[in-house]
C-alpha cells in the first residue's frame, strides 16, 4: 500500500466530520483546526487511553487540572519569558515568515537536523543549499530574527492599569508548582508523577502541516520526581513505556523510531524523541526528557518555598530530579489517523476508504443499520440500549454496501445489521471492519461481543 498523503487525510477529515477549519467561514485562522463529532470522540478516546495507561493503571502517578493562567513568575522561573522564541526568517518576495530549522529540516527532507545549529550556521546552510521559499519558490530572505512564542494577554487590576499575564506554552509547569500540594496531600513518596492532560498556546507562525504544529494544542505530560541515583533507570523506562503505548494503539514498529537530541540543554542529563513516519516525512511525535533538578530548583529559587523532600526512612532532604514524558494528543491525532487510513481493492473492481482504528480510539463502537426503514423498531431498540454503553452510530439511509462503506471511512470497527431474520430469531448480523467477515450472533449477545472487544 502506498504511504497516505497529508491532502486525503485532511480531505477524508473535512468531509467525515473529524476535522474543520478554524473559522472557516471568515477564510480561517491560520494554525487553528475545530474538531467535528467524529474527530472529538477519537481525540477525546486518545486522551482517555493515555490517561488510563499512564494514571489509572499506576498507582504511583496522580492526576492534576491546574489553571492555564498562572502568576508570570512562573514563566520567569520557567526561563520562557527571556528565551522561549523560534528563529524565523521572511521571504522579501511574498513576506511569509518560517522557522529557519524548518526550512533545513523539509529541504533536507528530515537527514539534517538543525537543532543544535546556531544562526549562523542555520543561515549558512540555507544560502549555500539556496534552499528556496516554500511558498513562492524564491529566495530572497531576510536575517534570522528571533520570534517570541509566548501569547500575552493582561489581566486589569485597578482602573487603567494591567498586568501581562501568558498563555501557557506548557502544561508540566502547572505540574512543578503543585509538587509540594500534591506530595504532602496525597501522601506520596519518590518517586513519584503527575501528569495532566490541557491546552497549551504557542505563537506557532509557520504553516502547520494541518494539526501537526497548532497555535492551540493539547499536551499530555507527565513529571516523574524521583531520586538522581534511580533516574537514568526511569528515563529508559519511560522511553520503553511510551513505544509500547503507541505499538499498543496499533503504531507499526517499523513507522516509530527513538531520536536522542543533538544538544541538551545545560541541565539535562539525557533527552529523547519518538520520531513517527508521518506523511510529510519523519518527525517529533513525543518527547522523554531527564531535566535533573533545575525545575524545581528554579521554582524554589523565584518562588522562595522550599521544594525539598523529605524521605520519611532516611530522613534525608532533598530536591528530587525530574523525569519529563509528553505528548500532544492533536500530533498523537494525526499520527494515528495517518497510521489507520487504508485505501483497499475489493473483489468486483469496488474499493474502499477504511481507518484501521484500534477499537478503543474508534469514534462510535458499533453501526446499527437496520436493513429496511419498516424493520427498525428492534434497531431503536438496540441503539437505545448499547448508547448508554458507548458511542453508538445509526444509520437508516442508503444501500447497505454503502453504510458499510460510510462506516468504514470514520473508523467504525463493528456494524450490525437488523434484517428479516432478527423479526423472526432474534439474532443479527454482525460485520468486522478490517475483515469485512459477518457472523450471525443472538442480539442478546450483542454488548457482550461489542464490550469485549474495545478495550484497551
Ligand atoms: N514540557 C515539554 C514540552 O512542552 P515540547 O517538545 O515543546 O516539550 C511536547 O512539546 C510535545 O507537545 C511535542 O512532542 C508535541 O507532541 C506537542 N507539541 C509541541 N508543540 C506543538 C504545537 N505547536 N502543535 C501541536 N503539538 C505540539
Known amino acids: 500500500m502506498s504511504k497516505v498523503t497529508m491532502d486525503k487525510i485532511v480531505n477524508l477529515c473535512k468531509n467525515r466530520g473529524i476535522i474543520f477549519q478554524g473559522s472557516e467561514i471568515y477564510g480561517g485562522m491560520g494554525n487553528t483546526w475545530d474538531y467535528g463529532p467524529v474527530g472529538v470522540e477519537i481525540k477525546n478516546n486518545i ?22 493562567l498562572m502568576n508570570p513568575r512562573v514563566w520567569d522561573a520557567s526561563g520562557h519569558t527571556q528565551n522561549f522564541a523560534d528563529p524565523k526568517m521572511d521571504c522579501k518576495s511574498c513576506k511569509q515568515r518560517f522557522r529557519a530549522d524548518n526550512l533545513i529540516e523539509d529541504h533536507s527532507k528530515g537527514t539534517v537536523s538543525a537543532e543544535a545549529m546556531t544562526n549562523e550556521e542555520m543561515e549558512s546552510y540555507i544560502n549555500e543549499h539556496q534552499v528556496k521559499c516554500p511558498h513562492c519558490g524564491n529566495f530572497s530572505w531576510t536575517p534570522i530574527r528571533q520570534f517570541k512564542l509566548m501569547f500575552e494577554t493582561s489581566r486589569g487590576t485597578l482602573d487603567g492599569e494591567k498586568d501581562v499575564v501568558y498563555l501557557r506554552p506548557e ?57 538522581d541515583t534511580e533516574s537514568m533507570n ?5 522511553k520503553e513505556k511510551a513505544k509500547q503505548f503507541l505499538l499498543d494503539l496499533g503504531f507499526s ?9 543533538d544538544k541538551l540543554a545545560f541541565y539535562a542529563k539525557a533527552a529523547c524523541d519518538i520520531f513517527y513516519n508521518f506523511p510529510m516525512g519523519w518527525s517529533e511525535l513525543n518527547g522523554i526528557h531527564h531535566r535533573s533538578t533545575h525545575d524545581l530548583s528554579r521554582h524554589q529559587e ?50 474502499r476508504v477504511v481507518l484501521k482504528l484500534h477499537p478503543a480510539i474508534a469514534p462510535y463502537k458499533v453501526a446499527i443499520l437496520p436493513l429496511q426503514k419498516n424493520i427498525n423498531e428492534k ?56 475483515t469485512m467477515e459477518q457472523i450471525r450472533i443472538p442480539l442478546t449477545d450483542v454488548e457482550k461481543y461489542i464490550e469485549e472487544r474495545i478495550q484497551f
Open 379 to 434: 434497531a431503536i431498540e438496540l441503539y437505545n440500549q448499547l448508547s448508554k454503553k458507548f458511542m453508538c452510530m445509526y444509520d437508516e439511509a442508503g444501500s447497505i454496501g454503502k453504510r458499510y462503506r460510510r462506516q468504514d471511512e470514520i473508523g467504525v470497527p463493528f456494524s450490525v445489521t437488523i434484517d428479516f431474520d432478527t423479526l423472526e430469531d432474534n439474532t443479527v448480523t454482525i460485520r468486522d471492519r478490517d
Open 47 to 68: 486522551k482517555r487511553a493515555w490517561w488510563k495507561r499512564f494514571v489509572q493503571e499506576d498507582p504511583s502517578t496522580y492526576g492534576v487540572d491546574a489553571a492555564i
Open 171 to 227: 502544561t508540566c509547569q502547572g505540574e512543578y508548582v503543585n509538587f509540594l500540594n500534591i506530595q504532602r496531600s496525597m501522601r506520596a513518596k519518590v518517586p513519584f508523577a503527575i501528569a495532566q492532560i490541557g491546552k497549551s498556546f504557542r505563537n506557532e507562525i509557520t504553516p502547520g502541516n494541518f494539526i501537526f504544529r497548532t497555535i492551540e494544542f493539547e499536551q499530555m505530560e507527565l513529571q516523574k520526581f524521583c531520586r
Open 302 to 351: 523565584f518562588s522562595g518555598k522550599s521544594m525539598q523532600y523529605l524521605d520519611p526512612i532516611t530522613n534525608e532532604k532533598y530536591i528530587p530530579t525530574v523525569i519529563e514524558y509528553s505528548i500532544g494528543a492533536d500530533r498523537l491525532m494525526l499520527a494515528v489517523l495517518s497510521e489507520a487510513y487504508n485505501e483497499e481493492e475489493l473483489e468486483g473492481g469496488d474499493s
Open 234 to 238: 526511569i528515563y529508559e523506562d519511560y
Open 253 to 261: 514498529a517499523d513507522n516509530l523510531k527513538f531520536h536522542d537530541h
